[in-house]
């Protein structure tokens, strides 16, 4: 069996910590580990493969560095040049592995959910194994046990062919409102849309052929003509941009006459919203889950997240606060699915503060924005032990570095020195010029930068050793 873990989402409801640039698969939401690190350590057990990962280009060094932490292994990572929504992503993974003459099961699911019942999940895959091998196409069902209105529901119907403990699915229904979704819980029949599937590759690519050959046809061009290197796969833009955007409950599930359902009673949440998050957490005698630097006073059943800052709440019940550097958000937990309006509102706007975090991540390191005006912009930077920023030049801003722990390897134009703790230099405009950290520990520099256009898409790379594109955009953010 062969995972293939899905951490391609944006996670716009959890917004303001989740950012595109660092959705909240790469956060530690609920407990010490990211929700990705989570999902790959689930996964070791006896008859499981190291997974294949598919994730968005924009995410590839964030994904090593959590791999890295964690010692976490994969057997290749699929990049997408953007998002094509399931069914793609899936179809590219089993015909990379068909491709190699390996046609395993494939355990797909989503780099960003909960299972808190280790035992009941092994259980159920177990079941599912059973049902998979005979070629039926498997879709983990959470038994529905509220009125849920933000869950697709499957309805089931018992199939004397299939194994004991499967059930054949009879249809699928989009999010009802409150009244039905309740008629649903209280007849029993009904399970909500894990989006967790098991299926034998070739099964899989057979049904997607059947159903959308375009997704089929567009997706096999894709992986011919993309760059491999090593176990990464870079999915060709250019084809792939062709790709239908469609999910594998609409483009298969909801079609194929071999798809049954297995009830997955591990504790699931999908930390979909802010409501999952309350509902996963421990919770005070009042009921309010709490975190950061907070204090609530004659309030019930709340979420108050702090990050820095003081957050005080009053007399206040069923409220969700989430304060970061840049951005706070309140909203009562009853309307928790319309953040991701919000933040549509937001993009078009052209806010920045739903792409990124005050502090962004970068494959040598990460940078804070501490201050900005008109002409000038002031960064904490810190870069990792042996990284390396690319050699580049700025056409329309100088900076200052100053040193403040650490040991810097300064590269301008044809000088190359070091500067330690306190210590500080000049990179004038047009100047070539790099940033290394030649020693153990991590290099923290302040960076003042003035100048008449401070945008990130004033950086020439002429030369990266991480293969990223001569020009930033603003999405990829500083050096």
């Not at 994904?63 to 964690?70: G, I, P, Y």
């Not at 649903?184 to 057979?206: K, M």
């Not at 709340?302 to 958000?329: F, P, Q, R, W, Y």
């Not at 993009?347 to 005006?373: F, I, K, L």
């Amino acid at each position: 069996m062969i995972p293939v873990i899905l951490s391609g989402g944006s996670g716009s409801r959890l917004w303001p910590l989740s950012r595109k640039h660092y959705p909240k698969q790469f956060l530690a939401l609920t407990g010490t580990d990211t929700l990705f690190q989570q999902t790959i350590k689930r996964l070791r057990f006896d008859g499981v493969q190291a997974p294949v990962l598919v994730c968005n280009q924009e995410h590839r060094f964030i994904v090593q560095e959590q791999l890295k932490q964690q010692k976490l292994e994969t057997q290749a990572i699929l990049l997408e040049p953007f998002g094509r929504n399931t069914a793609p992503a899936v179809a590219i993974a089993a015909m990379k592995l068909i491709a190699e003459g390996r046609d395993e099961l494939l355990l797909v699911l989503p780099a960003d959910h909960v299972l808190e019942d280790q035992e009941a999940f092994e259980a159920a895959l177990y079941v599912a194994a059973q049902a998979a091998e005979i070629g039926e196409l498997v879709l983990f069902g959470i038994p529905a046990s509220r009125p849920e209105t933000g869950y697709g529901y499957i309805k089931s119907v018992a199939d004397a062919t299939l194994p004991l403990g499967a059930i054949r699915v009879q249809r699928f229904i989009e999010k009802p409102n409150a009244a039905r979704a309740q008629e649903f819980v209280d007849s029993g029949d009904y399970y909500w849309n894990s989006g967790i599937f098991l299926f034998r590759a070739s099964r899989y690519l057979e049904e997607l052929k059947k159903h959308d050959a375009d997704i089929y046809d567009t997706c096999l061009l894709a992986l011919e003509r993309s760059q491999i290197d090593g176990d990464t796969v870079n999915i060709d833009a250019a084809t792939f941009a062709c790709c239908p955007d469609n999910s594998i409950d609409y483009t298969v599930m909801e079609k194929t006459q071999r798809a049954c359902v297995v009830p997955l009673n591990a504790g699931w949440n999908d930390v979909g919203s802010w409501s999952s998050i309350w509902d996963v957490h421990p919770k005070d005698a009042q009921g309010n889950v709490i975190s950061g630097d907070v204090v609530v006073h004659d309030s019930h059943n709340c979420l108050v997240h702090g990050n820095g800052k003081l957050v005080s709440v009053i007399g206040v019940d069923n409220i969700v606060v989430v304060e970061t550097k840049d951005a706070t958000m309140i909203v009562h937990k009853d309307r928790v699915q319309d953040v991701k309006a919000m933040v549509n509102q937001l993009d078009a706007a052209g806010r920045s503060e739903t792409q990124n975090h005050c502090q962004v991540y970068r494959p040598w390191g990460s940078y804070d924005s501490v201050d900005m005006g008109g002409r000038f912009q002031v960064k904490h930077i810190s870069v990792n032990p042996g990284a390396t920023l690319s050699l580049q030049m700025h056409h329309h801003r100088a900076e200052h570095w100053i040193v403040v722990s650490g040991t810097a390897e300064v590269t301008c134009d044809d000088k190359v020195f070091l500067l330690t703790e306190n210590q500080s230099t000049y990179i004038p405009m047009t100047s070539v010029h790099r940033l290394s950290n030649p020693g153990k520990i991590p290099l923290e520099i302040i960076e003042v930068q003035s100048g008449s256009y401070l945008g990130e898409d004033d950086i020439k790379r002429l030369d990266d050793v991480y293969g990223r594109t001569q020009t930033a955009t603003l999405s990829r953010a500083t050096s």
